[in-house]
């Protein structure tokens, strides 16, 4: 059985900075990209970026670009998500997803998503 957990959301103040993390079970973890998306209330799921099974590459959407920077950690099968510069409109829950590596297609596998509150 697949899973993912996120973890380390919170509050924090803008220009603050938080670290989430998404551990995976279940998978050969480096045969997938690893994919980060947001939901703020009332707003469609955003795409944020993901990051190739190897993990050298990624892509970012234009909002987080320069601030925001995803890697993984193989051997232990954990994402992350490094953001900086943080502002109130970051505030979202947060998802980890996973991706099997060939070809097009969507997300295979989601995580339960983290709070993240950017406090102006």
Not at 58 to 69: L, M, N, P, Q
């Given at each position: ?5 996120e973890?380390?959301?919170?509050l ?13 079970s279940?998978?050969?973890?480096n ?14 799921r955003?795409?944020v ?30 994402a ?13 829950v947060?998802?980890?997803?996973a991706r099997?590596?060939?070809?097009s297609?969507?997300y295979?596998?989601w995580?339960?998503?983290?709070q993240?509150?950017v406090s102006s």
């Amino acid at each position: 059985q697949v899973r993912l957990v996120e973890s380390g959301g919170g509050l924090v103040q803008a220009g603050g900075s938080l670290r989430l993390s998404c551990a995976a079970s279940g998978l050969t973890f480096n045969a997938y990209y690893m994919g980060w998306f947001r939901q703020a209330p009332g707003k469609e799921r955003e795409f944020v970026g993901r990051i190739s099974g190897s993990g050298d590459s990624t892509i970012y959407a234009d909002s987080v670009k320069g601030r925001f920077t995803i890697s993984r950690d193989n051997t232990k099968k954990t994402a992350y998500l490094q953001m900086n510069s943080l502002k109130p409109e970051d505030t979202a829950v947060y998802y980890c997803a996973a991706r099997y590596m060939s070809g097009s297609r969507p997300y295979d596998y989601w995580g339960q998503g983290t709070q993240v509150t950017v406090s102006s």
